[in-house]
């Protein structure tokens, strides 16, 4: 039985805990300083892991290498499998034609590409993420900014950038929801609390897009917009976490910020439409005008995304259907490793139970959504298939980066790694409110998961708060708040948005774009945590 040590350097925390962090040092100097290939980065950083564990922390090696291998097996099915099937989707409307029609019938909302990107970006990515998660949203919404024209690097960061705001309600608030059965703490008071963080981000977070899209004029022409836009997902956010329903949060709040935007393109467009487009686009957004299709084009070219938001809608809100996909789960006691693991506190460790999602995966559900638009755009099977085999062959090296990171994510937690650094941030005293947001960047940053961060620092954070005396229930908030920046950053996220406009093994360059927007991000909401847990207290639900 191997139970890890909070602090097994000489029994010092600090020591343990710089020891702890090589690698993810290696992984963000490789991919950000050096800039080598994201998956050289990846398996570099999970043989740092696996040699901390083994020689830092006493783990023994065969336990070691089968939690990578669970790791690895994680990063196969869910992760890897959703982005297969997101880019097939995509590679499907292509194949068809039909991804002109969609460009066009943006076009028809707005034929400014600054609005299509808070559109695409911030209000669809935000409907998939409330659906689906786990990286969709960014593949799917970059691979239409690239179809529309945008540049591939300006598309990754954009859509990175617009992907903060809506995940901690993402997968219908599954991170809260996590967060609240390992604390004890009702989710409904856990998401009261986000509510009351993550839409701060959501107000500033449209206008920070069109900065990126179109620099200091994009700002000064379409600030109202973006303003409106971000107002009305706060608002809905804000309201719906706290008083309407927790899990649907991010479906409201994206629905009513587009319904928003839509209402003001009625009495209001942006001044120099015609020069974005010539300068963001090349041209491309002057192609199929939106005005000439009929309401049968606009339909069939919306199909697939629409088939999505269905067909997730009814699987997460139609508690029958969810619970009958659910029941078809396998939980897989991982070999040599279930039983063989206890945790900090001396219990058997659950986490060596590998769930085989095989039917319920939001990949499967894609796969099942790939299959209708083949038969709707009338593709022959044979076509589908083999445009799926091309997706999976052009994934090997993005796939190579996920499944390392994901083991190196596991090794790191399962020795006592991760704990070893949490543990080392929550020892700062009263000091630790400001601090502890980036207990969840850290987390999001290693497993690209929220979720995730949640399951490592949520109980942490709630006994970090009882000893310095802080309301828990907004420390365990601010760990789901501040993953949704380290969302940007995470190697996983990087590859799959890389991989989705064209720029494979080109992940440093994007972490270079959307750094410095995690970490401003970051210190802001650092700053809101700690104002509530003083001054501001009274923003706090009772």
């Known amino acids: 039985m191997y139970q890890p040590l909070t602090a097994p350097i000489a029994d010092s925390l600090g020591l343990s805990a710089l020891l702890a962090a090589v690698p993810l040092l290696v992984v963000f100097l490789l991919l950000g300083v050096l800039r080598v290939k994201a998956h050289w980065a990846g398996l570099s950083g999970l043989a740092a892991a696996l040699l901390i564990a083994v020689l830092g922390y006493g783990m023994p090696a065969d336990l070691a290498l089968l939690s ?20 097939w989707l995509y590679q499907l409307t292509v194949r068809s034609g039909r991804f002109e029609d969609l460009r066009a019938t943006f076009a028809l909302l707005s034929p400014d590409p600054r609005i299509q990107a808070v559109v695409i970006a911030f209000c669809f990515g935000g409907l998939l993420e409330a659906l689906a998660g786990f990286g969709a949203p960014v593949a799917i919404t970059g691979m239409m900014l690239v179809a529309i024209g945008f540049p591939p690097l300006r598309a990754a960061v954009t859509v990175l950038l617009a992907n903060t705001a ?37 107000v500033i977070v449209p206008v920070l897009l069109v900065l990126v899209v179109d620099g200091r004029r994009g700002v000064r022409q379409t600030w109202p917009a973006a303003l409106v836009t971000g107002v009305a997902f706060a608002v809905a956010q804000f309201v719906c976490a706290n008083y309407i329903s927790v899990p649907l949060t991010d479906i409201v709040s994206a629905l009513v910020g ?56 009814v699987v997460k809100l139609w508690e029958p259907v969810g619970e009958a996909l659910a029941a078809t789960d396998v939980e897989v006691p991982w070999p040599g490793l279930h039983g063989a693991l206890l945790s900090a506190s001396g219990e058997p460790a659950s986490s060596t139970v590998f769930t085989l999602s095989w039917l319920s995966s939001p990949g499967s559900l894609l796969l099942l959504c790939g299959l209708g ?10 076509t589908a298939l083999a445009e799926l085999g091309r997706t999976a062959v052009s994934m090997r090296w993005s796939g190579l980066t996920i499944v390392s990171v994901l083991a190196l994510a596991y090794v790191m937690n399962q020795s006592g790694q991760t704990t070893t650094i949490g543990t080392a941030i929550a020892g700062i005293g009263t ?11 850290l987390g999001v940053a290693v497993t690209g998961s929220d979720t995730s961060a949640n399951a490592l620092f949520a109980s942490l954070q709630q006994v970090a708060a009882e000893r310095v005396g802080v309301d828990p229930a907004l420390l365990v908030a601010a760990n789901t708040s501040g993953g949704v920046m380290g969302k940007m950053i995470s190697p996983q996220n990087l590859t799959i948005v ?13 972490l270079r774009g959307v750094l ?19 001054v501001l207290s009274w923003m706090l639900p009772r």
């Open 431 to 441: 000091a630790f409110a400001f601090f502890s947001p980036v207990l969840g960047w």
């Open 68 to 87: 990578a291998g669970q790791g690895a097996a994680f990063g196969v099915l869910p992760i890897l499998w959703i982005v297969i099937t997101a880019i």
């Open 258 to 313: 587009a319904v928003a935007l839509v209402v003001l393109l009625r009495f209001w467009q942006p001044a120099g439409s015609a020069e974005a487009r010539a300068d963001l686009t090349a041209g491309a957004a002057d192609e199929a005008p939106g005005r000439q299709l009929g309401a049968g084009r606009i339909f069939l070219a919306l199909f697939p995304y629409l088939l999505v938001i269905a067909v997730f809608s």
């Open 373 to 382: 638009v083949t038969l709707v755009y009338r593709i022959k099977p044979t």
């Open 498 to 510: 890389a991989t989705a406009v064209g720029m494979a093994g080109a992940e440093a360059k994007i």
């Open 516 to 534: 410095k927007w995690s970490i401003g991000l970051l210190l802001a909401l650092c700053a809101l945590v700690f104002l509530q847990s003083e």
């Open 166 to 202: 809506p995940v901690a309600f993402g997968a219908l608030s599954t991170p809260i929801i996590t967060a609240g059965e390992l604390t004890g703490i009702p989710y409904e008071h856990i998401g009261a609390v986000v509510g009351r963080q993550t839409p701060l981000l959501a």
